[in-house]
């Protein structure tokens, strides 16, 4: 059974805080890691990882993929209350026929106080 | 842009009453999956489609049935609902693995509660 687990469940930060997320999974058919930022709505798309090693940015966040050790991280540097979210790391699995599954974590649901 | 679409936004229902939640997209995308979230719990995939006329079960499909007759329109049927089903829906949709492997876009949700 494909499986995704995150850590830690919750966490709270001040703000300037910088913060790290985990995600380790378990899949058949390893094709990617995405993560995912969820406010009140639909989860909107962070980062895809494909590669070892390679780190991927976009402003204050940043996220690397080990396939070896089967994790990824997500870093957040000088948080803002604006970062305050649920943050959704899932793993994408071929299935066959061009075809594929993402199973997700629970999710990381990280609070940002001023 | 709409993107992905979803209607209703909010349903309350009866145990037993049947219901089809509506998703459509506008960005010709080939794949296209149902979601549940459930508090503590992630997303856990329904069902996805491939193309018209191609469905999929997912990890937790029992009580949902699905079928693609056009690109644009994947609607989630409920058959008999049941308090166990109350959850967050979402749809999602993306291009085909392979191809310009785009991530999945999502739509912003039914909140359905069965009582």
């Known amino acids: 059974e494909d499986k995704v687990v995150q850590s830690p469940l919750s966490l709270v930060v001040h703000e300037g805080d910088t913060v790290t997320l985990n995600c380790s999974y378990e899949?058949?058919?390893?094709?990617?890691l995405l993560w995912y930022k969820q406010e009140k709505k639909a989860p909107t798309f962070l980062f895809m990882l494909t590669s070892s090693g390679i780190e991927k940015k976009s402003g204050r966040l940043s996220s690397i993929l080990d396939k070896k050790e089967l994790f990824s991280i997500l870093n957040i540097t000088a948080t803002q209350t604006g970062d305050s979210a649920i943050y959704l790391c899932?793993?994408?699995?071929?299935?066959?026929?061009?075809?594929?599954?993402?199973?997700f974590g629970k999710g990381t649901k990280l609070s940002v106080i001023p | 842009n709409a993107g992905v679409t979803q209607t209703p936004k909010f349903q309350v229902l009866k145990t037993g009453q049947s219901m089809t939640l509506q998703c459509a997209q506008d960005m010709n995308h080939e794949y296209m999956s149902w979601y549940r979230q459930d508090p503590g719990m992630g997303l856990r995939l329904i069902h996805y489609?491939?193309?018209?006329?191609?469905?999929d079960q997912g990890e937790v499909p029992n009580g949902y049935n699905v079928s693609r007759s056009t690109t644009e329109d994947f609607p989630l049927r409920l058959l008999s609902a049941a308090p166990s089903q109350t959850s967050v829906y979402f749809c999602?949709?993306?291009?085909?693995?392979?191809?310009?492997?785009?991530?999945?876009?999502f739509g912003d949700g039914t909140r359905l509660s069965i009582l």
């Open positions: 899949v058949t058919n390893f094709r990617s």
């Open positions: 899932a793993a994408s699995s071929f299935s066959g026929a061009g075809s594929y599954q993402l199973t």
């Open positions: 999602a949709s993306s291009t085909m693995w392979g191809q310009k492997n785009q991530p999945q876009h």
């Open positions: 489609s491939v193309g018209a006329g191609i469905t």
